[in-house]
């Protein structure tokens, strides 16, 4: 009678990984992450590196956009960027201005957005003009919603800045329920626009960081031999 050899099953990537480092399982995770990560980058860099041409993302420091005569302030060289530049890093940049500008900017605009709520629409004809209902989307009334006076007492009470009902009146009038967006807002979408039809993917946080330390490294002027 032949003896019989017990089949080892083949060990999974948490089991190697645990054998390698001793890890839990918490540690695989984070690891797996990482290296998902580190993949996904690669190839958004190779995606970038077909449609430009070019060896690696980290030349694109080697490639900035012409900027015309006329272009004396940094603000005139971010709106001729914003829609002639073909510079991945240079759209990168920009967003990531934006970014912090959009989540620091405050207005009675951005307050007014994030707290005023529905209210009677007895409330709009006593402070404001009511020839202007036509104006105003049919969303901001609610028979049963809060008074429009006692909201802005609430508000002011943890706004940073001081709102009045006139203030509430004008921007109802500008803007739908969740229809604000500010201008920092404004632009950071459209540099997210403009990066994705550049290049075909939408930007996020920890992409524009890998470009921004990319380029950083020192690689052969894009007049160099290349090894390929």
């Given amino acids: ?39 996904h980058i690669g190839n958004l860099d190779r995606t970038i590196c077909e449609r430009m041409g070019i060896y690696t993302v980290a030349h694109l420091a080697q490639l900035p956009t012409p900027l015309p005569d006329g272009i004396d302030t940094e603000e005139q060289e971010h709106s001729y960027l914003l829609e002639h530049s073909t510079n991945p890093l240079e759209l990168a940049r920009m967003w990531q201005t934006a970014r912090f ?15 005023l709520r529905p209210f009677p629409k007895e409330n709009f004809e006593r402070w404001g003009d009511r020839n202007c209902l036509g104006d105003v989307s049919k969303s901001w009334f609610k028979k049963t919603g809060l008074e429009l006076d006692v909201q802005i007492q609430e508000i002011l009470e943890i706004a940073p800045v001081p709102v009045s009902i006139e203030d509430a009146i004008a921007f109802v009038k500008s803007w739908k329920p969740n229809g604000y967006v500010s201008p920092p807002a404004w632009l950071q979408a459209r540099i997210e626009e403009r990066f994705q039809s550049l290049t075909g993917f939408r930007i ?6 890998h470009l921004m330390r990319s380029a950083l490294i020192n690689h052969p002027a894009l007049t160099d031999d290349v090894p390929f």
């Avoid at 989540?103 to 957005?113: D, K, N």
Wanted: no cysteine; proline share 3%.
């Fill in 101 to 115: 500008d959009a989540e620091m900017h405050l207005s009675i605009e951005v307050v007014l957005s994030m707290h």
């Fill in 1 to 39: 009678m032949e003896a019989t050899t017990a089949t080892v099953p083949p060990r999974t990537n948490l089991e190697r990984f645990q054998a390698a480092t001793n890890g839990s399982i918490a540690d695989y995770q984070a690891w797996a992450s990482q290296v998902g990560r580190k993949m």
């Fill in 204 to 209: 996020k946080d920890y992409y524009a960081e």
